[in-house]
């Protein structure tokens, strides 16, 4: 991974980045003030080379200048839009493409550096991320990047932090991005507790078949009847001394979704190995939470179970007991991941009790059909919980718009031979999965919000800190809103 270094002055006569903003409409880009100047003649030269660069200062832009036999050799104009953090992160990100043919470059940046610093550090981060299981392609040549600010030692904890939520992000990008001929439930559980390994203060209970038999988690085991890899049930605990807060965290984990005995198409198909998207984003912001030392208590549900299509899968039809007893009629298998959450979260909301409760899943085509492919779908009860957690998502630079808990659909989860019909015919998608989610939160109810983040779990395209391919969506919004509680 890119090393990323503070430093008072340019250490190397290489490349020298210099940021560059808006100024109007119709007028060039002006150099942003950065806390160590360039050096009188250099900023002269770069101050007069825009008009004819055509930069209008967005973030992102990047205009290449070569100064044979001089010190820096190459200036490098970047837009960084309003320089806000989330500027300079489509900046960096841009930057580090831009840059995949150097191995060192320097960047200079504002005196009060912090957003700057920890958006230009993400945005590097995450736009030079690669998910190879081959060498054809080769890898980015950029190794080191040197940030010139005014005072490195107390920048050093922003950085630090940036890194952190960068290396958490790129972790569940890694997991959805696996394929699930490796990533089966077993290897999904051995992948936390290898990453949680050597942490006296963080706690793993996985449960197999027949601790989830035992304990009637007849959800996830319904689920993953069909598959020859057995399910699983993550419980990964940060507690950390003197928390007041105790947050429960449950992703969905369906290592592939072929859609069971109701099974998808071809097209459908073809990306359900990112199913598991929800679980590898929970299971990253609580190993973040940990290693940021944030205090609050984090406990990580996932179920991992893999929806297959054999002789021991579950039938449409089928009546499935969740953990503490609710039961649900399920005539379509290809509405998995409901099943699994649910009895997660009665799990949490019985055994664990926490203060408040956060789900995350991949869990309805419905949500790129209401709000496109790059804003989740986010349920509360509570007007403040969902304004917090969308503030801070949004603060991170991702995106979700909430929706509502209609109850006028309520009526459309009735069944006559089961508490609940698990995937009603009539009403929104994505609502009536929120819905049933819901019956499953007993007194929490309002103190829970759901997230339906099966569009912006994935992007198809290169797109600001965001390459093709898993995201990590949800790993930098969580751990921004879990800084916020104490
Ligand atoms: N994993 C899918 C949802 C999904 C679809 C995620 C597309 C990402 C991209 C989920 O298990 C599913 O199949 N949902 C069904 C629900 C329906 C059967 C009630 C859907 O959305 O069609
Ligand atoms: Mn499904
Ligand atoms: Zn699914």
Same mark, same amino acid.
């Given at each position: ?125 995450? %736009? ?10 080769? *890898? ?10 005014? @005072? ?33 439930? &077993? ?27 035992? &304990? ?25 001394? %003197? ?56 406990? *990580? ?16 039809? @089928? ?9 649900? &009629?399920? *005539? ?29 899943? *991949? ?108 995201? %990590? ?14």
């Amino acid at each position: 991974m890119l090393a990323i270094r503070l430093v008072s002055g340019p250490t190397r006569p290489d490349t020298l980045v210099l940021p560059v903003r808006p100024e109007g409409p119709g007028a060039p880009a002006t150099l942003v003030p950065t806390a160590v100047p360039p050096g009188d003649d250099v900023r002269a030269e770069a101050s007069a080379l825009l008009p004819a660069t055509r930069l209008t200062g967005a973030a992102g832009e990047v205009r290449e200048h070569l100064r044979p036999g001089g010190t820096p050799a190459r200036l490098w104009l970047l837009g960084v839009g309003d320089g806000d953090e989330h500027g300079w992160r489509v900046a960096a990100a841009a930057l580090a493409r831009a840059a995949k043919d150097e191995t060192h470059i320097t960047i200079t940046v504002p005196d009060e550096a912090t957003d700057a610093l920890r958006g230009l550090a993400e945005g590097l981060l995450l %736009g030079s991320y690669r998910y190879r299981l081959t060498q054809a392609g080769g *890898t980015p040549a950029l190794a080191e990047v040197d940030i010139v600010v005014g @005072d490195p030692e107390a920048l050093a904890p922003t950085l630090a932090a940036a890194r952190t939520t960068a290396e958490m992000t790129r972790l569940a990008r890694d997991l959805t991005n696996t394929p699930s001929s490796t990533k089966n439930p &077993e290897w999904f559980a051995a992948q936390v507790a290898s990453a949680a390994s050597g942490r006296a203060d963080l706690h793993l209970r996985v449960r197999g078949p027949e601790e989830l038999d035992a &304990e009637g988690f007849g959800g996830i085991l319904a689920v993953g009847g069909g598959s020859a890899s057995g399910p699983r049930l993550v419980e990964l605990d940060w507690r950390p001394a %003197g928390a007041r807060t105790h947050v429960v965290l449950v992703g969905k984990g369906i290592t592939f979704d072929t859609g069971g005995i109701s099974i998808k198409p071809v097209p459908a198909m073809k990306l359900m190995r990112k199913d598991m998207a929800g679980a590898a984003a929970v299971v990253a912001a609580t190993l973040g939470a940990a290693a940021l030392g944030l205090p609050v208590r984090v406990t *990580t549900l996932a179920p991992l179970a893999e929806n297959m299509v054999s002789g021991s899968a579950f039938r449409p039809g @089928d009546i499935i007991r969740h953990y503490g007893g609710l039961t649900s &009629e399920s *005539t379509n298998s290809d509405a998995e991941g409901r099943l699994v959450l649910a009895d997660a979260m009665a799990y949490a909301v019985r055994e664990l009790k926490p203060d408040l409760m956060v789900d995350l899943a *991949t869990l309805t085509g419905a949500n790129a059909v209401a709000l496109g492919k790059r804003h989740a779908a986010l349920y509360s009860e509570n007007d403040d919980l969902a304004a917090d957690l969308l503030g801070a998502i949004t603060a991170a630079g991702e995106r979700a718009w909430r929706m509502p808990l209609a109850d006028d659909y309520v009526e459309y989860l009735g069944s006559e031979i089961a508490d609940l019909h698990s995937s009603p015919a009539r009403g929104a998608g994505s609502v009536v999965a929120a819905l049933f989610l819901r019956e499953f939160t007993g007194d929490l109810r309002d103190r829970w919000v759901h997230v339906d983040m099966s569009a912006p779990s994935w992007s198809d395209d290169v797109h600001g800190e965001l390459v093709k391919g898993a995201t %990590g969506w949800g790993v930098r919004g969580l751990l921004r809103w879990l800084a916020t509680l104490g």
